[in-house]
């Protein structure tokens, strides 16, 4: 590495190409990122950027920077030498494919770092990413696929998706979630989702759009079919923020929203689970749902989660729906037959409040119905 980084100082082009195709290429983890900085390899990276006009040189040393940045200390060493400003400026210019590919894997990089979020988030800034091909046909949709990645890592509070929505950030994801890449609806749903998190009362402008509500009721249907662990967790996740403005989840309820879900507990997966416990709890809230969970058979699979996962927010969730479930009887006895009590008496020792009360109600409403049922046997005696 110490030669490539010496090669990479010097004044011939082509050897310089060759060293940060090297970089580009071979730096796959923390340890080689921070190697580069501490043998000054991140300064020449940087200062090979003012060669934008070689541009097989420049996709090599965008993509450098790229991998570079998957350590904090790096993208420290890039914001004090201003690397986002002169990444952000290459994308006033005319660029391959490849080359805003990199700058925009980078990006997400820097900003999670308040400074460097704080910066795209400059109007001019927001314009010139949200100005990007929606199609990028040399990569497939990989650039569309950052720029929602892009816009998720951004988008952590009320006032930075309050800045981005005046770029119509909602409408560009829900464009992104109707083409069958992969990566693109996962990374367009994640965004979505943190955007209806952090703008209150956002779930409820959906509300008339009928057309997005039956296209993820497809997208949740269709997600059932697909092995992308990614899709299936987001798409529950966006289910979830949209359920919770009440048309919404009744609009997606009379669209085969309780079947769907019923479908995608068949699942090893702890982030699924997570995602798709919370979206049956909340739809829980739709009354008619509670009884149709039940005969869809959603009980012993959450009641599995809580037994087989040791990741407490599955936990949560699984418990949290459970504990909305108990609005029907038959349900509760699911629970107790499919052995529900023990792994709820370890819920109840957690250090998570919520998830105490959650189980301690379902705790107690089948400890109710074992002693009605006992009543019962010992009157017909």
């Not at 090669?7 to 080689?32: H, P, R, Y």
């Not at 060669?51 to 040393?61: C, H, M, R, S």
């Not at 450098?64 to 994308?91: D, G």
């Not at 669209?255 to 879900?261: A, F, I, N």
Request: hydrophobic fraction near 45%; include cysteine; glycine fraction near 4%.
């Amino acid at each position: 590495m110490r030669n490539i980084i010496k090669n990479l100082q010097t004044n011939n082009e082509e050897l310089q190409l060759c060293c940060a195709t090297s970089i580009f290429k071979f730096v796959d983890n923390k340890e080689t990122c921070d190697l580069v900085r501490k043998i000054q390899g991140l300064q020449a990276l940087v200062s090979l950027l003012g060669k934008a006009e070689n541009k097989k040189l420049l996709t090599a040393v965008t993509g450098a920077i790229w991998k570079c940045s998957a350590s904090t200390k790096n993208v420290a060493f890039f914001q004090k030498c201003n690397t986002l400003e002169t990444l952000v400026a290459l994308l006033n210019a005319p660029q391959s494919d490849y080359v805003l590919f990199h700058i925009t894997k980078a990006l997400i990089e820097f900003v999670q770092t308040p400074e460097n979020r704080a910066a795209v988030l400059q109007p001019e800034i927001l314009k010139l990413i949200m100005d990007l091909p929606l199609e990028s046909y040399e990569v497939d949709w990989a650039l569309s696929a950052n720029v929602a990645k892009l816009l998720g890592a951004c988008a952590i509070d009320e006032e930075s998706v309050a800045t981005m929505e005046q770029f119509n950030v909602i409408h560009r994801m829900c464009v992104h979630l109707k083409f069958s890449d992969e990566d693109l609806q996962a990374s367009s749903a994640w965004t979505l989702s943190s955007f209806l998190k952090n703008i209150k009362g956002s779930a409820g402008k959906i509300r008339n759009r009928v057309r997005f509500l039956l296209l993820i009721a497809d997208l949740l249907k269709s997600s059932n079919n697909c092995s992308n662990i990614e899709v299936q967790a987001s798409i529950c996740c966006l289910v979830s923020e949209l359920i919770k403005d009440e048309y919404n989840l009744g609009g997606l309820s009379h669209l085969g929203l309780v079947s769907s879900l019923a479908k995608l507990t068949d699942t090893n997966d702890d982030k699924v689970r997570r995602y798709v416990a919370k979206a049956i709890g909340l739809s829980c809230h739709f009354e008619q749902n509670i009884a149709a969970f039940g005969e869809a058979g959603v009980t012993v699979p959450l009641v599995n989660f809580l037994k087989e996962s040791k990741d407490t927010s599955v936990h949560h969730y699984s418990a949290m729906a459970l504990s909305e479930l108990c609005g029907e009887q038959d349900n509760i006895i699911d629970m107790h037959k499919a052995g529900a009590l023990k792994p709820l008496i370890e819920c109840m020792k957690s250090d998570d409040e919520d998830l105490q009360m959650f189980a301690a109600d379902c705790a107690e409403k089948i400890r109710l119905l074992v002693q009605k049922a006992e009543k019962i046997r010992k009157a017909m005696k």
